[in-house]
Nanobody, 121 residues
Framework: QVQLVESGGGLVQPGGSLRLSCAAS????????MGWYRQAPGKQREMVAV???????NYADSVKGRFTISRDNAKNTVSLQMDSLKFEDTAVYYC???????????????WGQGTQVTVSS
């Protein structure tokens, strides 16, 4: 089994900061991409930031310059530093990993349970 466990969500005022962390554990052979997605009420889930095992990053336009994704390949963890938070950043944030459980397997997506981020004054 593979588990992704997120932490670090909460309530923050506009302009504030939060840091999300996600740790993948279990039967893992290799992880290709790790990243963060979010889903606001009534909206589709969207990509926030993704980091490949080689270090390439991709950010949603709405968070560029405010959010920073980092990853520790040795520990199978990924973090999201969120600065200058806005009301519209309010959402449930999900960690996702594209990984193989064994060398002979194709990579599959695994999701965390989600953590709530609320930006409110």
């Amino acid at each position: 089994q593979v588990q992704l466990v997120e932490s670090g969500g909460g309530l923050v005022q506009p302009g504030g900061s939060l840091r999300l962390s996600c740790a993948a554990s279990g039967r893992i052979f290799s992880i290709n991409n790790m990243g963060w997605y979010r889903q606001a009420p009534g909206k589709q889930r969207e990509m926030v930031a993704v980091r490949t095992s080689g270090g390439s990053t991709n950010y949603a336009d709405s968070v560029k310059g405010r959010f920073t994704i980092s990853r520790d390949n040795a520990k199978n963890t990924v973090s999201l530093q969120m600065d200058s938070l806005k009301f519209e950043d309010t959402a449930v944030y999900y960690c996702k990993a594209l990984l193989r459980r064994a060398a002979y397997e194709q990579p599959h997506d695994y999701w965390g349970q989600g953590t709530q981020v609320t930006v409110s004054s």
